[in-house]
């Protein structure tokens, strides 16, 4: 069976400061990976997917992820945090033939430091 | 921004009284889902639709029936409301349920059962 593992439910970092937020994931078939943002009192908005080729992906708002098969990890970063980047972020795991049903871990609170 | 609407956005009900969610999307996307949303747990997925009067159960159906007699509407009810289902809500949409594609989010329904 599919899991996500978010380590650390919140995350704190100063303006200007690294975001790392870490995914690992199990899955028995190669999966398909996303990282989802929810600002507050609103729904959730893709940040990047993985799907295959390139293990890097870059996404929206200066985010990119790695796909690191042998550590089974996603982790999310984002050079330097604005203010604008503290929501809550969910990474996420698909297979194929599953109806495209999305397991998610249990979310990551960022928080932005001026 | 995917054409998504839920309603209603917010509900207050009583244990024991029926409840229903509506979903509505202009996409004209083939799959719709139903997740609920918990501190600690992430997103949730309660039942899912992979076509008009198709739908199959998620991870935490008990207590939740669904209806699609219509592309563009998605209903969840809850036969008689529980103080455990007080939770918000989020329904999403995907074009394929291949796995790769990714899934379009509402802004959410927050009920609270007393």
């Known amino acids: 069976a599919q899991s996500v593992t978010q380590l650390g439910s919140h995350v704190s970092v100063s303006e200007g400061a690294l975001v790392l937020l870490r995914c690992n994931y199990s899955?028995?078939?190669?999966?398909?990976l996303f990282w989802y943002v929810q600002y507050p009192n609103q729904g959730l908005q893709l940040l990047l997917k993985?799907?295959?080729?390139?293990?890097l992906v870059k996404g929206i708002n200066g985010f990119e992820a790695e796909f690191k098969k042998s550590e089974t990890s996603f982790h999310l970063t984002k050079p330097s945090a604005h203010m604008s980047d503290a929501a809550e972020y969910f990474c996420?795991?698909?297979?194929?033939?599953?109806?495209?049903?999305?397991?998610f871990g249990q979310g990551t609170e960022l928080s932005v430091k001026p | 921004d995917a054409g998504i609407t839920q309603s209603p956005r917010h509900k207050v009900t009583e244990t024991g009284t029926p409840v229903t969610l509506r979903c509505h999307q202009t996409?004209?996307?083939?799959?719709m889902y139903w997740y609920r949303q918990d501190p600690g747990h992430g997103l949730r997925l309660i039942h899912y639709?992979?076509?008009?009067?198709?739908?199959d159960k998620g991870e935490v159906s008990d207590g939740y029936s669904v209806s699609r007699s219509k592309t563009e509407d998605f209903l969840l009810t809850l036969e008689s409301a529980t103080s455990s289902q007080t939770s918000v809500y989020f329904c999403?949409?995907?074009?394929?349920?291949?796995?790769?594609?990714?899934?379009?989010f509402g802004p959410g329904t927050r009920l609270t059962v007393t």
């Open positions: 996409e004209n996307h083939r799959y």
């Open positions: 639709s992979y076509g008009v009067k198709d739908t």
């Open positions: 899955s028995s078939v190669p999966p398909y």
């Open positions: 999403a949409i995907s074009e394929l349920g291949g796995g790769a594609r990714e899934q379009y």
């Open positions: 993985y799907t295959t080729g390139a293990t």
């Open positions: 996420a795991v698909s297979e194929n033939n599953q109806g495209g049903k999305l397991i």
